[in-house]
């Protein structure tokens, strides 16, 4: 396996100033090992997009990734994307297709995005087991409508101890239905030890092989490969809390809201929101924890 930064990634489609905005809490899901802790029960927080976006672009944010909860299930939602996309935003966004399965879901505006990048937990048995039967096909036939109708389709991958066994049967089904890019994803911690015993891979070195499947994917196959103490990533909250997985220790690093224009000290400087993105942009184009097949 070859470790390689994603550096070679100029344009702005690809730029490393990225933010994943947890838009609601609100899943038709309540998956055990969820990060947001979304759930069905869980209320959607009124956003106030405009304030939002307009301040994400001071802060040098060019890329916006959509996620939840279900991101979907937000009923501004499509105004939310087409303003982000007219202030020049490119936004991506990660479903786990539940909403816009339907037959009578307007898929149309989906072309705003870059591409939609739909969740699976393993080949069809064990991800049916975690999300409910009949949900892997439901998804399989979503991903085949979505690219007849011209939109770019990504596949992220949650890779547990589990679906680790099975990747390569995993990606040898979806290698000629056109899909744009493939992202395995190693399990997070939750910090719930009966939770984390289910999915948590021990080993340190994971080598997955899958170079010779890259070609089959437009954008190829990247690896995030989160190592507890190199995090270079963004997390806004749907009530626009700013956080760091990890940045410097192994706990989330919370800036505070948005909007506070605090300072917080960083490896022994005072930085603004605007200084950490930067720092965090070059730290995810550094990484080795992401890696390029
Ligand atoms: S589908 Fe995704 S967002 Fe929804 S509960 Fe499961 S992990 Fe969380």
Redesign the pocket.
Known sequence: MKKQAISKQGNVTNTSKIICWQITNK?T???D??L?Q?TPLKKHVNVAYKKVLKKLKEIGIEKISFS???PFGVKEFKEIAEFANQMGFVIIVTS?GDLISSTKYNIEWLKLFQYVKI?FYGTKLYHDKIMGIGHYDKLRKLIKKLIKNGIKVGINYMLSNASITFIDSFIKEYQYMGIYSVLIQRYIPTGNPKVDKKYFIETNNINLKLEKYSKYFEKGIKFFDYNINKGFQIILEPNNDVYFPNINDSKKFYYGNLFSNNKIKIENKELSLKEIVSIISKKRLESENIINY
């Open positions: 899943c899901k309540e998956c090992f969820c947001s979304s939840g909860g279900e786990n969740s």
